[in-house]
């Protein structure tokens, strides 16, 4: 992959540097979607591998603006995957009884446990996103979570969570067409809602909420990615690829077979 997705520690991102149209080597969807059934033929091994051995968790953490492609990711990239060794969490405005209680203590309930794959549908970023923008919390109460954010990811990366980060970037104009495609289809207008709306009118306060978080939360054991994810064949490949690269270079092993196996009758 030519273009640097990852965000390197310590450095200062600004989004407008990133093309959300972004297609690296590739013109159009056929041969990127050859590609990533090879990468997902890859990950369904991989986690096979995992499963087996029970020393590992891959969290992967979903962030973006409304309509920005989540639910398709989970469905594209897992696809395949056994659903038994693999769980969603989708985090939605928190209830009262998560209020009464750190920001944190939600989040670190649905950690993947060894020998899964935990994907996060939003996570504890909305706590200095949305909550930022639209001053859910005093300023002073935010501004420390950047620092409680990079400590518990340490301690999950410490005891053997692997951290992979994804910021799905849409340009404000794909949606827009995203949301009038809602409107359009009778299939996808549950998926309209005015509140996206209203979020939509705070866009660039979104954008420096996520610049903020991309700069100050991407470390060496929990990476963030900023993924151009205007077209959505070109971000399901790249994050395969990731999580498929990532996976790798854990050089995970089937657990060694019985010593006596082969003396082993089966009645
Ligand atoms: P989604 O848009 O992810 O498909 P919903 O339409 O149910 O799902 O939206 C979930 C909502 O919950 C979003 O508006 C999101 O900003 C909000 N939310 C999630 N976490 C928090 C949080 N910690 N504080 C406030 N709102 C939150």
Partial sequence: MDQPFLVPAGSRVSLADYDPDYTGSYVDKAAAKAE?????????????????????????????????????????????????????????????????????????????????????????????????VENLAPEQVWQQRYEQINHFEKLLADTGTTILKFYLHISKEEQKDRFEARLRDPHKNWKFSMEDVEKRELWDSYMRAFEDA??????????????????????????????????TSLDMRYPPPLPNADQIAIP
């Fill in 214 to 247: 991309l700069s100050r939360c991407s470390a060496p054991w929990a990476p963030w990615y900023v993924i151009p994810a205007n077209h959505k064949w070109y971000r399901n490949l790249v994050i395969s690829q990731i999580i498929v690269d990532t996976l």
């Fill in 36 to 132: 990533l059934k090879r990468s997902s033929e890859k990950l369904q091994d991989l986690q096979e591998v995992m499963w087996a051995e029970g020393k590992h968790s891959l969290l992967i953490v979903l962030q973006a603006m409304d309509a920005g492609g989540k639910d398709g990711t989970i469905k594209h990239v897992m696809r395949g995957v056994n659903p038994q060794g693999c769980q969603v969490t989708s985090f939605k405005v928190p209830t009262r009884e998560e209020l009464d209680h750190d920001f944190l203590w939600r989040i670190h309930k649905a950690v993947p446990r060894r020998g899964y794959i935990g994907i996060f549908n939003r996570s504890h970023y909305e706590d200095v996103l949305v909550v930022r």
